[in-house]
């Protein structure tokens, strides 16, 4: 029995000649297809780092906002946050945090300002 699994064994099929000969060959199609999956996979990484790309689902506004900070030293600094529709300016050290003002509310972006004082009905003035 030994003998006859071992000529099974060591004879080639004739089907199955010559197929480990050959090297595979990778196409340029693809090569490029793999190229442009793996580029546009990189893009939308980048786009949902950057904020640029919102995943659906995390649509939920910040409750506390910090437009500005500003180094004053050694682990101090000023920080203006947004709470709630109000501007604070804190000043923040170690294992402290305190209230210096609270600011009025910003200017409107340039672009806003601008096409309010173009706009035909005259909205009124920005000050």
Known sequence: MTLLLAATVTTPDAGWAGVGSQTPVIGVGNLVSV???LAALAALAWLLRRGKLKLPGKRREQAV???TAVSLGEHRSLVIV???GRRLLLGMAPGQVTLLTEL???APAFGVA?????SPTG???VA
């Open 65 to 67: 906002t910090v437009e």
């Open 82 to 84: 947004a709470v709630e």
């Open 123 to 125: 909205e009124g003035e």
């Open 114 to 118: 601008l096409e309010r004082q173009l």
């Open 104 to 106: 009025r509310q910003a």
């Open 35 to 37: 190229v442009l999956v």
